[in-house]
């Protein structure tokens, strides 16, 4: 068979559209727009791969910095050879140097700089540079690791108003699939932790029912246990599910599903209902899992129609199927509004649409039964 490369595009010319069109959203937590990032890069200079996965029980980025670091250092390759930054820096922790990095530091031949010499002299730096910090959790949050890394300080401006461009891991593997052939988003990596019998680490197509989440993590029936409840997000940065687990899909930014105690959640929420449990529970009491040990196929799936519920600043996908229309996986389903930053969503299974509202469309799998694959099956 002939070696299949990507075709790469100009990315000054048409990489907004692409990554646009491929729907993606930030997988770090927040779930805006990427596009929205990639609109203006007359004002970029730098792009920072924000690799610090600060929460306790999270794994998914330095999985894929290791297991995709080829895919990364592709797309930092084609950034930098079409001068569209001069420099990429990639910040992880320290501590994460020996297990996770040095095969994306190969890929790169980037610059290593340890934790002693920041923050960076930016101008001095080109191409790609590795810059650990210390093994602190703040470091996770964009305005904090900005300052770490070369002394940016944010009040109320952006990092672009400053020439940086900040992703995450997981975002830059789906914006490098959209730019190099414009695969959409239709999967996502997720943990599911706290008091469920067995923590996992799975993949599964977006809007994959919490309920089959929590299933496989051994939770009877995939109904949580009494006094419980389920939030969206990590340890120190979850906040409280709006719908119950059988109607809660799993969404572009979900990078972890949390059961946690009703009282313990009462006595630890924060300002805009923020739950912060980082220091209530022993996150290393049992073994977690590094990386991804099965796939999760739904027999339906809710998808939702907005990634990052910013009243007026980013609005809901407008459906484009209606109930009873067969999709294929990786089919446009709801368009971009164009009332203002916006997204494209796709069907994340193959089969028929049973649902369409304001908030998601619901599609039922061709070949109706949920399973869990193991990674292995499934190559």
Not at 137 to 152: C, I, K, P
Request: proline letters at 7%; glycine letters at 6%.
């Amino acid at each position: 068979m002939p070696n299949m490369q990507p075709t790469w595009l100009d990315v000054r010319e048409d990489g907004c559209d692409r990554i646009r069109a491929a729907g993606v959203a930030g997988a770090g937590g927040a779930g805006f727009p990427s596009y929205a990032k990639w609109d203006d890069l007359e004002q970029i200079d730098s792009l920072l791969m924000n690799h610090q996965e600060s929460e306790p029980n999270y794994f998914i980025d330095k999985w894929l910095g290791k297991t995709k670091a080829k895919t990364l250092a592709a797309l930092f390759e084609v950034l930098l050879n079409q001068e569209v930054v001069d420099r990429i820096v990639v910040s992880a922790k320290w501590k994460d140097r020996k297990e996770y990095m040095h095969v994306l530091e190969s890929e790169t031949d980037g610059t290593i700089v340890p934790p002693r010499e920041l923050p960076l002299e930016r101008d001095e730096y080109e191409g790609v540079v590795f810059a650990y910090t210390d093994n602190k959790y703040q470091y996770g949050m964009e305005n904090v690791l900005l300052r770490a890394v070369d002394g940016t300080v944010l009040s109320d401006d952006l990092p672009m108003d400053h020439g940086w461009l900040v992703q995450n891991t997981e975002t830059l593997v789906n914006i490098a699939r959209a730019l190099s052939d414009g695969t959409p988003v239709t999967r996502k990596h997720v943990h599911v932790s706290g008091e469920v019998s067995r923590d996992r680490f799975l993949e599964v197509p977006l809007g994959t029912p919490a309920s089959d989440l929590l299933r496989a993590a051994d939770c009877l029936a995939g109904e949580l246990p009494p006094d419980t409840v389920l939030a969206d997000g990590g340890p120190g940065w979850c906040f409280p599910a709006d719908e119950p687990a059988d109607a809660y899909g799993v969404h572009k930014n979900t990078n972890c599903l949390l059961v946690l105690e009703e009282e313990t959640v009462d006595e630890n929420t924060r300002g805009s209902d923020r739950i912060d449990v980082r220091e209530e529970y022993d996150w290393t009491r049992r073994e977690m899992e590094t990386e991804p040990s099965a796939k999760i196929e739904p027999e339906v799936v809710r998808i939702p129609l907005v990634t990052n519920p910013a009243p007026e600043v980013v609005y809901p996908s407008t459906p484009v199927v209606d109930v009873g229309d067969r999709v294929e996986r990786g089919e446009r389903i709801a368009r971009a509004s164009a009332a203002g930053i916006s997204i494209p969503q796709h069907a994340s299974i193959t089969g028929t649409v049973t649902a369409v509202s304001e908030t998601t469309v619901e599609i039922e799998a061709a070949s109706p039964s949920t399973t869990e694959v193991s990674i292995e099956q499934s190559c």
